[in-house]
Structures are given as C-alpha cells and as structure tokens.
C-alpha cells in the first residue's frame, strides 16, 4: 500500500454532476495538500491544510470545494464543473516539523478527471 | 516570488550516455530546491533536495544534482541514462513561509532511446 492512496483514479462526470475526489495519507503527516496538473502546465496548487486548517486556497473557483475531516483524510469537492477543468489532480502530504519546512512532499498517483 | 524554470520541454539522450536536465531558480533568500520525477500514468516522486551543504546532492536512482549559486542552476545529472529513466522531471523551489508548498516548473520529458 502506497503512503497517499486516492480515489477514484479515474472520473468522468457532466458539468451537472457533483463528485468527490478522496485522498488518504498513512504517513503520520500534519499537512495535505490538493494541486491541479494540466498539460503543458506548471503543477498548480490548489489548497493547503495543517494539522486540518485550511492554510491556503489559491484563488480556487468556488465549484471546488476542499474538506479535511482530519489529518489523515483530505477531500475534493466537485459541482458544475467546466470542460477546461480536465485534469490530474494531486494529493500530497507532508510533515511540517518546524517553521523551516524542508520536508519534501508525497504524492498520490492521482485522480484523472474529465468532465463532458 | 519564488519561481523555477525548465527551459527544455523535451531532452533526449542514448542509452549509456550521460544525461542533464536542466533548472534555474530564483529566490529571495535561501533557496530550498527539489527533483521529482513522473513516470506514465503516476504521481510525482521525490528524487532529492538542497537545502543547504555540499553543493552536490546524491539522491535517488543514481541521479544527482549540482547546486550552482552564481549561475542559480540546480541541473539534474545522471553518468549514464536508461531506458526506464524515461519520464518527466519536475524541478521545484520551496515557497516563502513555514509550509512545505513547492513550486513546480513545467516539467522536461526525459526520453532515453535504446
């Protein structure tokens, strides 16, 4: 079993739909964080959460919506979705062991999404 | 704002032969750097990291990296490619602030030919 599992790895859904993407981390990690990857993009990230908090949203659009439930678990919330919204997306998580923060992050595999 | 760029989008190499794909940064402050790697249809995995020390940093699967602070390169190297090195190779720069957000550049495909 990988350290960040998510699923479904694979989601087609319609602009209608509402979805959720799941992520789980079993490394003992404090903080989680959801990026988006398109193709001949930069990675993008999206959220952050620390110790369940959201730290940061990246001027995220509101038909994304995050949740944390606990350290553990992080979630994507997805509703009335845009064609141009197409893409992997990454958990990762991480262990913020001091204010410096030089851990390195782990990710996921992924979750591919299409939507019609 | 911290930023890294990878200015080939493609790099190809012979098996056997050495191969570098290149990284620069820019920062303010101490530059914190990172190597991940992709492979077809997977997440990104951790390769290896300068925060601070010698300026070459060994990491994982016989890649390494030279840091090179007058230039602002952190290069990834490897003496001799494979062929199951072929992936795509993400360069990134840990953001200001107490977290370990990282900024990713657009990433290079490595294709080792046989």
């Known amino acids: 079993e990988t350290g960040v599992t998510q699923t479904p790895r694979h989601l087609v859904m319609g602009m209608t739909n509402k979805k959720s993407l799941k992520c789980e981390q079993h490394l003992g990690h404090n903080a989680m964080y959801w990026y988006k990857q398109s193709a001949k993009k930069p990675l993008e990230l999206m959220f952050v959460?620390?110790?369940?908090?959201?730290?940061e949203n990246n001027s995220v659009p509101s038909r994304f919506s995050p949740e944390c439930p606990n350290s553990s678990h992080l979630f994507l919330h997805l509703h009335t979705l845009q064609p141009e919204d197409s893409a992997l997306y990454l958990c990762?998580?991480?262990?913020?062991?001091?204010?410096?923060?030089?851990?390195?992050?782990?990710f996921g595999e992924g979750s591919r999404l299409t939507v019609l | 704002a911290q930023s890294v760029a990878q200015p080939e989008d493609q790099v190809n190499v012979a098996e056997g032969n050495p191969l570098t794909v290149k990284c620069t940064y820019s920062v303010s402050g101490n530059p914190y750097l990172f190597w991940y790697v992709q492979y077809p249809n997977r997440g990104l995995q951790f390769l290896l990291k300068?925060?601070?020390?010698?300026?070459l940093v060994k990491g994982s699967y016989g890649f390494e990296a030279e840091f090179n602070k007058s230039q602002t390169s952190f290069h990834l190297k490897k003496p001799s490619a494979l062929v199951s090195d072929s992936a795509l190779y993400f360069c990134?720069?840990?953001?200001?602030?107490?977290?370990?957000?990282?900024?990713f550049g657009t990433g290079t495909l490595l294709a080792v030919q046989p």
């Open positions: 990762a998580s991480s262990q913020d062991r001091d204010t410096t923060g030089t851990g390195e992050l782990f």
């Open positions: 300068y925060i601070t020390g010698d300026n």
């Open positions: 990134a720069v840990k953001d200001g602030g107490a977290t370990n957000k990282l900024i």
């Open positions: 959460y620390n110790f369940k908090e959201q730290t």
